[in-house]
């Protein structure tokens, strides 16, 4: 189902952030799938420890999420 809407300049920045929590709530798998989750856990690990070794695995990571999810996660992070 496609439908759109305006908000106005005006519009309560924390009305806004609810719609994007309960937008992403209701997706039926998670912007990071359920098969790649343990996947980027060691990747945040490993960036804990190793900064510039984890900046590469999370790019190879985030490149490798489905197509879909990966222009979710581009498009929030703008």
Request: charged share 25%.
């Amino acid at each position: 189902e496609s439908s759109h809407f305006y908000l106005h300049s005006n519009t309560d920045v924390h009305t806004v952030a609810s719609l994007l929590k309960l937008y992403l709530r209701e997706l039926p798998e998670p912007v990071i799938p359920y098969a790649k989750y343990e996947d980027f856990l060691s990747c945040a690990k490993l960036l804990s420890k190793e900064e510039e070794a984890g900046v590469k695995e999370l790019a190879k990571q985030v490149r490798s999420l489905p197509v879909v999810n990966y222009n979710l996660l581009k498009y929030i992070c703008r």
